[in-house]
């Protein structure tokens, strides 16, 4: 797996609102104060990261809008 190195890192992803609409996910990184803000774009390739780390067995935390 390519990718696994950086999906490994990844310490928790959570949903991302704005005035009540989904925008994104906020990523944090194991060992790190690192946060990124990701948008929900297909060819993003962090986006593309969260999805591979959802498919391992994560999961992203909603605290709704």
Known sequence: CPRCGVI???NTV????????????IVTYKDSNMT????????????QE????VAAGNTITDPGA
Not at 14 to 25: D, E, H, W
């Open 50 to 53: 969260i999805l591979e780390w």
């Open 8 to 10: 490994n890192m990844i």
């Open 14 to 25: 959570t949903q991302n609102y704005f005035m009540g609409n989904k925008a994104g996910y």
């Open 36 to 47: 990124k803000v990701v948008p929900e774009a297909a060819d993003n390739t962090d986006y």
